[in-house]
C-alpha cells in the first residue's frame, strides 16, 4: 500500500513540475514578445523625433538674419540703392561682377550683400536735418582682449549750409536701459535732460545732451544718446546755428520711420 502512495506522489509531483515548467516559458515568451515589441516601436519612432529636432533646428536657422561678418560702408543713398536694384538682379555673372567692384567698400559676397542693405532698411531714420545722406558704415569688431563683439550703424546726413548729422545705432546693446544708465553717470548731472525729450509717439527718447566748441573754432558740436525703437542711439549734430538748435523743439515733432519692415 506505501508503494502505491509513494509511487502515486513522485506521478503527481512530476506533473506538476511539468506544468510549471510550461507556465515558465510561457511568460519568458511573452515578456520576449513584449520587449521586441517595444524595441521595434523605439525604432519606428525614433528617426520621427529626429527628423522634429532637425526641422526645428533648420527653422531656427533659415528665419534668423545675421549681420555682416566684417565692415561694410558706402558713399551715399544713391550707393546703397544701387546696392538694393543688385540684389533682385538674375544674372549671377552681373551681380558677381558687381560685387567684386564693390569689394574694398567690405562687401565679399551676396550673403554680405544682402545682410547689409538689410539692417540699414530695418533701422529707424532720423529726419533731424533737411540735406542729403552722405555715408553708411556698418562697423564690425571683436575685442582682443575680451572677446567682445561690437556692431555699430553710422549714417551722416550733410546740408548746403555746412551743418551736418551723424546718427550711430549701437547694434550690439542688448540692455538699452542699463547703457543709458551708465551713460548718465558718466557725463554728468549737468548734461541729463530731465525729464527726457521725447516724440509724439514715443519711439524716440532722448536722455542726455550736451554741447561743446567744434574742435576747428568754429561751430558747435551737439551729443544727444537716447532710445531710438529700442537701440541704444548716439546722435551727433554739428551746426554754426546754436541758437536755433533746442532739443524739445527739435524731437517732439520727429517721426521716425524705416524704409522696410
Known amino acids: ?14 506533473f506538476l513540475s511539468a506544468c510549471q515548467n510550461v507556465v515558465n516559458q510561457n511568460d519568458i515568451s511573452t515578456q520576449s514578445d513584449t520587449k521586441m515589441e517595444n524595441s521595434q516601436n523605439d525604432k519606428e519612432n525614433a528617426p520621427n523625433k529626429q527628423i522634429t529636432s532637425n526641422s526645428n533646428s533648420n527653422d531656427k536657422s533659415s528665419t534668423s538674419e545675421p ?17 538694393r536694384e543688385m540684389l533682385l538682379c538674375d544674372d549671377e555673372t552681373r551681380l558677381e561682377q558687381y560685387i567684386q567692384s564693390v569689394a574694398n567698400s567690405g562687401v565679399q559676397s551676396k550673403d554680405d550683400l544682402f545682410a547689409f ?4 532698411d530695418s533701422l529707424p531714420q532720423i529726419p533731424i536735418l533737411d540735406g ?3 555715408w553708411i558704415r556698418f562697423s564690425h569688431s571683436i575685442s ?4 567682445k563683439e561690437t556692431n555699430v550703424v553710422y549714417i551722416t546726413t550733410e546740408t548746403t549750409n555746412g551743418d551736418w548729422t551723424r546718427v550711430e545705432y ?5 540692455d538699452v536701459s542699463q547703457k543709458i544708465s551708465d551713460e548718465k553717470v558718466s557725463i554728468g548731472k549737468g548734461s541729463i535732460l530731465n525729464p527726457p525729450v521725447k516724440n509724439s509717439d514715443g519711439t524716440l527718447v532722448i536722455h542726455v545732451e550736451t554741447r561743446s566748441p567744434h574742435p576747428s573754432g568754429k561751430g558747435t558740436m551737439i551729443q544727444w544718446i537716447g532710445d531710438v525703437d529700442g537701440i541704444f ?3 551727433y549734430y554739428f551746426t554754426n546755428n546754436t541758437g536755433d538748435v533746442e532739443a524739445g523743439t527739435l524731437f517732439n515733432k520727429i517721426q521716425i520711420f524705416k524704409t522696410s519692415k
Open 132 to 134: 542729403n545722406i552722405t
Open 1 to 14: 500500500m506505501k508503494k502505491v502512495l509513494i509511487t502515486m506522489m513522485l506521478i503527481f509531483a512530476i
Open 170 to 174: 549701437v547694434l550690439s546693446v542688448t
Open 67 to 83: 549681420l555682416p561678418s566684417q565692415s561694410i560702408e558706402v558713399q551715399g543713398l544713391e550707393k546703397l540703392n544701387e546696392m
Open 144 to 147: 582682443g582682449d575680451t572677446g
Open 233 to 235: 542711439t548716439r546722435i
Open 117 to 120: 542693405v538689410k539692417i540699414i
